[in-house]
């Protein structure tokens, strides 16, 4: 799940938005089955409502971009940096918690 919440950033920020789509759901997926600490899930599913504005936005838009990179406001991948940068915190909080010995 970090890998997922690394990827996603570097994945707008490069202008392959529309493939973020893959360790977004990689994460939720990941969170969903494996991850019991609920400040994790909500990190994710923030991550995924921020991630998935701009692509409703995008697919509904008749007049829209080719690509989701094209067509996504500078606002929304802040947004999902943002998100992201929440998640690994969390991640972070959540495995050191688990350590308590270290």
């Known amino acids: 799940m970090t890998f997922a919440a690394w990827a996603v950033p570097l994945l707008v920020v490069g ?4 493939l973020a789509v893959l360790p977004v759901v990689l994460a939720l997926v990941g969170a969903l089955r494996s991850v019991r600490d609920r ?7 923030l991550l995924a409502a921020a991630y998935a504005a701009p692509l409703v936005v995008w697919l509904v838009r008749p007049d829209g971009a080719q690509s989701l990179s094209k067509d996504m406001q500078p606002g ?3 947004l999902i940096v943002a998100a992201s940068a929440v998640l690994l915190a969390t991640l972070h909080r959540a495995r050191k918690q688990r350590r308590p010995g270290r």
Not at 15 to 18: E, I, K, V, Y
Not at 39 to 45: G, L, M
């Open 76 to 78: 929304f991948a802040g």
């Open 39 to 45: 400040a994790v899930r909500r990190a994710v599913f």
């Open 15 to 18: 202008q392959f938005a529309l």
